[in-house]
C-alpha cells in the first residue's frame, strides 16, 4: 500500500495550489478516513484537514478554514488539498495520510490516528 502526494510547488502569496494524493496498491475508497498534515521546518507536524468515506464530511484547521478544501474522488483513488489564498506561513512539507479506522472526535486530528502515510511534497510560498 502506498500513498503518493503531488502537485507542491512554489507560489506568490495570495497564490492557489492543489495538491493530491493518489493510492496504489488499495484502493483509496476501502480506507475510512483521507487527510493531510504538514510540517514547517523547525515545527512539529499539524493536522491540516480530514474527509470521512463518502467525502460528505470535512473538517479543517482553524488556520486554513475558509482558504483551504479537502476532497476525494474515490473512483480515480485520490484525495486532493486545493490551497487558495495562500500565506507565507502555509510554507510546510505536505503529507496525506489514510486510516482504517473510523475516526471521530479529536481522533482525526491526531497523526498516530493514521496508518498509512505518503511522502512530503512541498509548498513554498514567497511574499
Known amino acids: 500500500v502506498q500513498l503518493q502526494a503531488s502537485g507542491g510547488g512554489l507560489v506568490q502569496a495570495g497564490g492557489s495550489l492543489r495538491v493530491a494524493c493518489a493510492a496504489s496498491?488499495?484502493?483509496?475508497?476501502?480506507?475510512?478516513?483521507g487527510g493531510w498534515f504538514r510540517r514547517a521546518p523547525g515545527k512539529e507536524r499539524e493536522f491540516v484537514a480530514a474527509?470521512?468515506?463518502?467525502?460528505?464530511?470535512?473538517y479543517y484547521a482553524d488556520s486554513v478554514k475558509g482558504r483551504f478544501t479537502i476532497s476525494r474522488d474515490n473512483a480515480k483513488n485520490t484525495v486532493y488539498l486545493q490551497m487558495n489564498s495562500l500565506k507565507p506561513e502555509d510554507t510546510a512539507f505536505y503529507y496525506c495520510?489514510?486510516?482504517?479506522?473510523?475516526?471521530?472526535?479529536?481522533?482525526?486530528?491526531?497523526?498516530?490516528?493514521?496508518?498509512?502515510w505518503g511522502q512530503g511534497t512541498l509548498v513554498t510560498v514567497s511574499s
Open positions: 495520510a489514510a486510516s482504517d479506522q473510523l475516526l471521530t472526535g479529536s481522533t482525526r486530528y491526531r497523526a498516530s490516528a493514521y496508518d498509512y
Open positions: 496498491g488499495r484502493t483509496f475508497r476501502t480506507y475510512l478516513m
Open positions: 474527509i470521512s468515506p463518502s467525502g460528505g464530511s470535512t
